[in-house]
């Protein structure tokens, strides 16, 4: 009898325990996915943590980072992607991944996949800020799992814009707000003669990279040619124009150079997405003059002695009487600033021999000093030299001539 009762207490404690397993299991059970979504959750946050510190402008997506050749960038949740065009410019690399690299917590293996969407703005302005998603997949119990995370983002943390943004699907292109407060300033000399430096405040949606414009200034703004900004053409700079290069994005001056000196011209900064459109999104005009150079001097370059007919250096006189058969041209060449009445310049025969007229005083023009010899009194043959002297001091500029006969003995002059 006694048997018989422990053996109606044990089937009586085993139906209550029973019950009590199974609650403890589930619990287990429950606790091990709070944990494994916890985790999930965390491993999202970090995504999202490295989405706000990506520049605002370049968070989003280049159509090659999911394939060859490019593919279309999917949206999420019926929002449009955020699309910076299909392939990264020379020298940028994209700053947010579609996907993360696998991520292992205990036995659980997480996959975050990051989409980067449009969120139209309170005012019903489409495509105003950026929306990060983060979406981490695991296998639980052989179930696939999901947890998300997401985040509002705004142009370059300076609150909510409400104008359009630079990115919109497919890589084109609107017009937010301007760059501004553009400055010009002429260094001083020698820089100012062919270069001006440039300064602006930059656009509150930040932009991709810059590209300076200039062109000689025909007279005032209203003359230009006023380049497209509405983002539907190319012509965002007037015919004629010259372009620098891509300038960064963070930059906020640029220095122009190879400008011709004393001449006026207009200058603007456009700026671009990150994505490379080929309009503007933003611009405004300066105009400067550049710098004069200051006077050179008065400087005598060369000089070359030469007879109608002849070889520079050679020169011909009759036989009978030494006159010339024909006249001789001297001519001395100079740079800097030369005036007539203020520089003399001379030529003289300095070697020995009859030498009719020199020293000889040249004739003042452009670029060169010049004298035409024909005298009467004749000359000796032989070799003749010749030395510049400018303002009465000698050069080391000289020059030979030989002198002939003539066997003719007309002499022309």
């Known amino acids: ?81 955020v699309d910076l065009g299909a392939s990264p410019p020379t020298g940028v690399s994209p700053q947010t991944q579609p996907t993360s690299t696998p991520q292992q917590v205990g036995s659980i293996v997480y996959t975050a996949t990051n989409y980067v969407v449009w969120v139209d703005g309170s005012g019903g302005d489409s495509y105003a800020y950026k929306q990060v998603y ?30 359009p943004q630079n990115n919109t699907p497919g890589g084109t292109s609107a017009a937010p707000d301007n760059v501004v407060e553009l400055a010009v300033t002429v260094p001083a000399d020698p820089a100012g003669e062919t270069q001006v430096n440039l300064a ?51 930059a906020t001056s640029f220095t122009v150079t190879g ?7 207009w200058f603007e900064i456009v700026a671009f997405s990150s994505a490379g459109d080929q309009w503007a999104i933003s611009q405004t005009w300066v105009t400067a003059t550049t710098l004069t150079p200051p006077p050179q001097p008065c400087t005598v370059n060369t000089l070359t002695v030469s007879q109608a007919g002849q070889a520079s250096g050679q020169a011909t006189v009759a036989k009978t009487n030494g006159q010339l058969i024909q006249p001789i041209t001297m001519t001395v060449t100079y740079s800097g600033t030369c005036v007539s009445n203020a520089d003399a ?4 025969a300095t070697s020995s021999g009859a030498d ?58």
């Open 356 to 413: 009719p007229g020199s020293p000889y005083a040249l004739a003042w023009a452009a670029n060169q000093y010049t004298y035409s010899l024909c005298p009467t009194n004749g000359f000796i043959t032989g070799t003749h030299t010749y030395t510049v002297s400018h303002n009465g001091t000698a050069t080391n500029l000289t020059v030979q001539v030989s002198f002939s006969q003539d066997k003719k003995g007309t002499p022309a002059c």
């Open 200 to 250: 602006w405040t930059a656009p509150q949606d930040p932009a991709g990279y810059y590209v300076a414009a200039w062109a000689p200034d025909p007279g005032g703004q209203n003359n230009l040619a006023v380049p497209d900004t509405t983002g539907t053409s190319s012509a965002w700079a007037p015919t004629g124009s010259s372009t620098s290069g891509s300038i960064l994005g963070t």
């Open 1 to 81: 009898m006694a048997l018989l009762e422990v053996g109606v207490a044990l089937a009586v404690l085993g139906t209550l325990l029973l019950p009590l397993a199974n609650l403890f299991y589930g619990g287990e059970t429950v606790a091990a996915s709070n944990r494994d979504f916890g985790d999930a959750i965390a491993i999202a946050n970090g995504q999202l943590a490295q989405a706000q510190g990506t520049t605002y402008a370049d968070l989003g997506f280049y159509e090659n980072q999911f394939g060859t050749p490019p593919l279309t960038i999917s949206g999420y949740n019926g929002q449009p992607a």
């Open 134 to 163: 983060a979406v981490v997949s695991w296998t639980q119990d052989g179930h696939n799992t999901q947890a998300t995370q997401s985040i509002l983002l705004y142009p370059g943390g300076l609150g909510k814009y409400t104008g």
């Open 259 to 265: 400008l011709a000196s004393s001449s006026a011209y």
């Open 345 to 348: 310049v001379t030529v003289a």
